[in-house]
Antibody
Framework: QVQLVQSGAEVKKPGSSVKVSCKAS????????ISWVRQAPGQGLEWMGR????????NYAQKFQGRVTITADKSTSTAYMELSSLRSEDTAVYYC???????????WGQGTMVTVSS | DIVMTQTPLSSPVTLGQPASISCRSS???????????LSWLQQRPGQPPRLLIY???NRFSGVPDRFSGSGAGTDFTLKISRVEAEDVGVYYC?????????FGQGTKVEIK
């Protein structure tokens, strides 16, 4: 059974970048998409974007356009989310999730805490 | 962007009693392919979200049948027929019909 395993917690300075990975363990991405969602402390869920690894096509939320890049390496079944120009408001848990064929997020990674602090 | 509005934001429930959460979208969630990509997720404290319901009313694998989803167009409902202790958490509706995909604010279900 496929699991999504994310990279570990990060502490970053304002203005820097962070790159979080999400590896499919026990399987591959196949033809599914991978989405990234973040959750600020005590807040709700916020969709950032998604990628279809087999096509290499990514879509982003306008809010993050220009600051976020989502990529995927099919050979290792690993997706990446890179967020640049970090500010304190980007402090959040970042989740990857598999998007099944009916656009529902059926498998979630464990989350990666990113803290932005000077 | 499509705005998803959930009510109530908090729902204290007695064990064994039903609970209901409403989700309203600012525009129709019917996709051009005829599907309505509305799902419900549960997030227990300290856990990642978990898929409960997809495409309005389809229970995901392993989800107890006390959870049910209904609705159409812009109005959707998640019902828990008899709340159990393990159902405590925050519930989110989510639309994946139109980019950017968006979530409701979340509804906290707690035991009275």
């Amino acid at each position: 059974q496929v699991q999504l395993v994310q990279s570990g917690a990060e502490v970053k300075k304002p203005g820097s970048s962070v790159k979080v990975s999400c590896k499919a363990s026990g399987g591959t991405f196949s033809s599914y998409a991978i989405s990234w969602v973040r959750q600020a402390p005590g807040q709700g869920l916020e969709w950032m974007g998604r990628i279809i690894p087999i096509l290499g096509i990514a879509n982003y939320a306008q809010k993050f356009q220009g600051r976020v890049t989502i990529t995927a390496d099919k050979s290792t079944s690993t997706a990446y989310m890179e967020l640049s120009s970090l500010r304190s408001e980007d402090t959040a848990v970042y989740y990857c999730a598999r998007v099944q064929l009916l656009n529902a997020f059926d498998i979630w990674g464990q989350g990666t805490m990113v803290t932005v602090s000077s | 962007d499509i705005v998803m509005t959930q009510t109530p934001l908090s729902s204290p429930v007695t064990l064994g009693q039903p609970a209901s959460i409403s989700c309203r979208s600012s525009q129709s969630l019917v996709h051009s392919d005829g599907n309505t990509y509305l799902s419900w997720l549960q997030q227990r404290p300290g856990q990642p979200p978990r898929l409960l319901i997809y495409k309005i009313s389809n229970r995901f694998s392993g989800v107890p049948d006390r959870f049910s989803g209904s609705g159409a167009g812009t109005d959707f409902t998640l019902k828990i027929s008899r709340v159990e202790a393990e159902d405590v958490g925050v519930y989110y509706c989510m639309q994946a019909t139109q980019f950017p995909w968006t979530f409701g604010q979340g509804t906290k279900v707690e035991i009275k």
